[in-house]
């Protein structure tokens, strides 16, 4: 049995490319898969349910495909997604998961999610984030303003995070904090943490109470795929150029 988790593919229309190395990934998919886990940022924005573009159709295929011949698709919301709701979900079968949540993995309790609530130096994210996250301000937004007038916001909002990016001086800002990570696992009692958002593939050791955790933090799909695969022999990162 095989658990595969991915996040940051910033699908869109502009990148086919990326699309097509989703698509392969499903395509490729051993008959033991046991569950995928999306952890975020899926899509490079979601406006809304309401969308309903001729590029997201092969999407919605694939991800419902595996959902009723193979395994269970589990997801969890990240910064640019966190619109995806319950419609989503109905059409695809993905099963929609609280922002941090626990999960066995062969016998190990491992705590899931995005990881952006975890850049708490970056204070005015963080406030945006929480407003964001008000259900009432979501319903407002996704039923009261013209779905053209979302991407325009959705898009001003991308380029102004692209910049913030690529500003040196911000990358401190960008990353996890670790007293953010300590504080989750031992809230949660895992030694095993894995998320995305960073766009930082890597495995990093935290010094918890009384052992050591692990924290694992899958790459983006910008100029490579990125996938977790994990089976009972261990964990596997793997990366392959679009």
Not at 19 to 29: D, G, N, P, S, V
Not at 170 to 187: F, G, R
Not at 207 to 220: F, K, S, T, Y
Request: with cysteine; glycine share 6%.
């Amino acid at each position: 049995m095989r658990v595969y988790f991915i996040s940051d593919l910033h699908l869109s229309a502009e990148r086919p490319d990326m699309t097509r190395a989703f698509l392969q990934f499903c395509h490729q998919l051993p008959d033991d898969s046991s569950a995928i886990y999306i952890l975020g940022d899926f899509f490079e924005y979601w406006v809304g349910d309401d969308e309903n573009a001729t590029w997201l159709k092969p999407i919605k295929s694939a991800l419902k495909h595996i959902q009723q011949s193979l395994c269970p698709v589990y997801f969890i919301h990240g910064n640019r997604d966190f619109l995806l709701g319950k419609r989503f979900a109905k059409e695809t079968g993905v099963q929609l998961l609280d922002e941090h949540t626990v999960i066995e993995l062969f016998g190990q309790a491992a705590v899931i999610l995005h990881g952006d609530s975890l850049c708490t130096q970056d204070e005015p994210y963080q406030k945006y984030r929480k407003k964001v996250r008000l259900k009432w301000l979501q319903w407002v937004f996704t039923r009261l303003l013209s779905k053209n007038t979302r991407h325009k916001i959705f898009g001003a909002g991308r380029a102004k995070s692209k910049n913030k990016q690529a500003d040196q001086n911000n990358m401190h800002l960008l990353d996890v904090n670790p007293p953010a990570v300590k504080k989750l696992m031992q809230d949660v009692s895992v030694q095993l943490m894995i998320h995305g958002h960073t766009h930082r593939p890597g495995i990093h050791l935290h010094d918890l109470e009384p052992q050591r955790g692990v924290r694992i933090v899958l790459g983006d799909w910008y100029h490579q795929s990125s996938v977790l695969e994990v089976d009972e022999c261990g964990f596997y990162l793997h990366t392959q150029p679009l």
